[in-house]
């Protein structure tokens, strides 16, 4: 108060309102400590919440929240908020990007399970320094030549899975059809599938891209009977699998040729039903099986009870997200991102596999073993639909290699 | 090549029909009230998730019931919130049914949750007839028969009997109906509930076909957005013709470039907006110029 008369006492506006300002932030610093513990660490989550993948969206947001549960609601004595926003275009989700950095303030952001989505949101977060955990894409330049500093990523990249699966679908014939969603994901999906089928000598029979959310693939179909394939590989996920395997069933296509896809999420096939639905996939993670470790089983148990269904494997990546996230967060006891990306390239997280897990330094890909899955003959449980045919690689000392090395991969970080 | 290009019009034709069913609805209520529902899909989407529920309780039933229980919500959803915009600017109309639309997906997620729920077509509508190169599944076949059974019966109601001629007569000169001592408020809310039934059955219809899931409604808003809109807004046999015309172009638009099969539906319609601004059968209406 007795600043405010100050001006009568000879003292210059500036020098007062200098002095003014000082003495503000004097009084109210310790307020600001106290709000600062108090305040939560927010983790932006990027997930579909309509549209084709809005059940992988809810299903993922779901996994990270038993990750949060998991911290006790709690990291650095400060409580955790999540902070979900629409994944819907390329578009929106920069809008919602720069919405949770800028207005959110966010520590790190999670999700993506659109590879055409994560293309477009990396820059920002390159450009605006900030951890960006992609969870759910597969397109191989996530992790490949679009490589970049602040981007990790969970999911497996297509060049992977189509070498996972290639073996067993070749038993079943060489003459191939593709029908792929028309963006980034599926064309990868085609020119990786492609390369190996063609290479071993097979056939392309017919190649056509969908658009993304198509829902009536009766005209698909029809060009693809008179193909007569020994084996559909479909780059589609979401609705869009959902109707192609309820419409296959509908003129009796079911089970009359080998189907898979480069990733395959269970509840497009609960979907779908146990009618409907068979196909061999490469698995990242399943519920059930004895592949299934004590702490993965732990959060299977834990989303059944608190979600009322087990977890698919959308859940899993995202929690493991969000574990991910929040370890670096608690190991660095820092929210700060150059100190959390240090952190997640050399740490090894152990006891989510059959091996301990990490992300490489060199391009942020989680290697991590996964599942070549086949849908069972006969299914008797809602959710239980996966015979676990393999693990690959089949060797454990091959993992790395399977992934490729730095010169394969072609990422460069911009230092 | 010729017999697959006569399979996928054939293809088209049917998927078209299924395209009818869904913009019929939302064509009788433009057509009669004057308000562009978008709250259609949602409605499409409910007959879906009411069969659902109903057919483990009452089985088969359920397919009948489910439409019946849209068209008596569409009725008190009309009468609650509608009826009071009537006379008022029709963007208001517009904002009231997007609310709705919005609203009832997030209720749909609530009550029934956000997976994905299985529905199998009756198994004595499995397989397909195949008669030269024409294939067609005996589930399609089944939707288009019935379809044309419910366009004859709407044709024949609104052109040959008494209640049909108030509601066409309402729709062009609401005053001069009212005056002749008919309760108009009612009729409107018959009208929304025959609109939005006829939305359930598609749905019902649909379920087999393609994925059940809260925000199944996107799959039947934008065509019947486009399918009302080329037919001519409010046009009974232009949803007819632009319905067809939209499964073919679908159809064969699959067989040459399928990347443009979901673009193909606006460019035709762009086009038609373009040479009749007013779509294809569309009639001028004094309420609206």
């Not at chain 1, 017919?206 to 009766?218: E, K, R, V, W």
């Not at chain 1, 992300?359 to 890909?365: I, K, S, T, V, Y």
């Amino acid at each position: 108060m007795k600043l405010i008369n100050g001006p009568k006492s000879g003292i210059s506006r500036r020098t007062l309102l200098a002095g003014a300002a000082i003495g503000a932030t004097q009084i109210a610093a310790p307020f600001v400590i106290t709000a600062r513990a108090a305040e939560a660490i927010k983790i932006g989550v990027l997930l579909p919440k309509s549209g084709p993948y809005a059940v992988q969206g809810e299903t993922g947001k779901n996994g990270a929240q038993i990750a949060v549960d998991d911290f006790g609601g709690k990291v650095l004595d400060r409580p955790i908020q999540l902070v979900w926003l629409d994944e819907s275009s390329p578009q929106s989700s920069q809008q919602n990007m720069r919405k949770l950095i800028e207005e959110e303030k966010v520590t790190a952001i999670q999700g993506g399970v659109s590879s055409g989505d994560v293309l477009a949101i990396m820059p920002v977060a390159e450009q605006a320094k900030m951890l960006l955990m992609a969870t759910g894409p597969n397109a191989t330049e996530i992790t490949g030549k679009n490589c970049n500093k602040y981007t990790f990523r969970v999911d497996l990249p297509n060049k992977v899975t189509v070498q996972s699966v290639y073996p067993q679908l070749k038993e079943r014939g060489k003459k191939w059809y593709f029908i792929v969603a028309s963006y980034a994901w599926g064309i990868d999906a085609y020119n990786q599938m492609k390369d190996v089928l063609v290479k071993d000598g097979g056939t392309v029979l017919g190649y056509d891209q969908a658009p993304l959310g198509t829902t009536d693939f009766s005209s698909y179909i029809l060009k693809l009977r008179q193909a007569k394939p020994d084996v559909l590989y479909v780059g589609l996920g979401g609705t869009d699998l959902t109707n192609l395997l309820k419409q296959m069933h509908e003129i009796g296509l079911t089970r009359q040729m080998a189907l898979s896809a480069p990733i395959v999420n269970d509840s497009d096939l609960w979907a779908a039903g146990p009618d409907a639905a068979f196909g061999t996939y490469p698995k990242l993670w399943n519920y059930t099986g004895p592949h299934l470790s004590k702490r993965s089983a732990e959060f299977a148990d834990a989303y059944k009870k608190k979600f009322g269904a087990p977890p698919e494997v959308e859940g899993w990546q995202d929690w493991f997200g969000a574990t991910a996230i929040l370890t670096a967060i608690k190991e660095t006891n820092s929210t700060d991102s150059a100190k959390l990306v240090a952190f997640l390239e050399e740490h090894k997280f152990d006891g989510y596999k059959d091996a301990p897990i990490g992300f490489r330094n060199f391009d942020h890909q989680l290697v991590q073993p996964l599942l070549v899955a086949t849908v069972k003959e006969k299914i008797t449980d809602k959710y239980d639909y996966f015979n676990i045919d393999s693990e690959y690689p089949k060797d454990p000392s091959q993992l790395e290699a399977a992934y490729g090395s730095q010169a394969d991969i072609g990422c460069q970080f911009k230092s | 090549m010729t017999e697959l290009i006569i399979s996928q019009v054939v293809n088209g034709l049917v998927l078209g029909f299924l395209y009818v069913l869904i913009a019929i609805g939302r064509s009788i209520i433009f057509g009669m009230l004057g308000v562009v529902n978008f709250a259609h899909g949602v409605f499409f989407a409910l007959g879906a998730y009411f069969a659902l529920t109903l057919q483990d309780s009452i089985g088969p039933w359920a397919i009948v019931l489910a439409p019946l229980g849209v068209g008596i919500l569409g009725m008190l959803i009309e009468f609650a919130l509608m009826r009071p915009l009537y006379g008022k600017d029709p963007l208001l109309g517009l904002f009231m049914t997007f609310g709705i639309a919005l609203f009832t997906e997030e209720l749909i997620r609530t009550i029934w949750g956000a997976a994905g729920r299985p529905f199998n077509p009756p198994s004595f509508l499995s397989g397909f007839i195949i008669w030269g190169p024409i294939l067609v599944t005996k589930y399609r076949l089944f939707v288009l028969l019935l379809t044309i059974v419910i366009l004859v019966a709407l044709w024949l109601f609104l052109h040959g009997t008494r209640y049909g001629r108030i509601i066409r007569a309402g729709s062009r000169d609401p005053e001069m109906v009212s005056m002749l001592g008919i309760n108009l408020k009612r009729v409107f809310t018959a009208v929304f509930g025959l609109g939005t039934a006829v939305a359930g059955i598609a749905g019902v219809l649909a379920a087999p076909l393609w994925s059940v899931v809260p925000s199944m409604s996107e799959a039947a808003i934008m065509p019947a957005f486009v399918v009302v809109t080329i037919g001519g807004l409010g046009s009974f046999g232009g949803a007819v013709i632009s319905g067809l015309l939209v499964g073919v172009s679908v159809a064969l638009s699959i067989q040459f470039w399928p990347a443009a099969s979901t673009a193909v539906m606006y460019a035709l319609m762009i086009v038609v907006l373009l040479i009749r601004p007013r779509g294809l059968l569309g009639e001028s209406w004094e309420r609206f110029e």
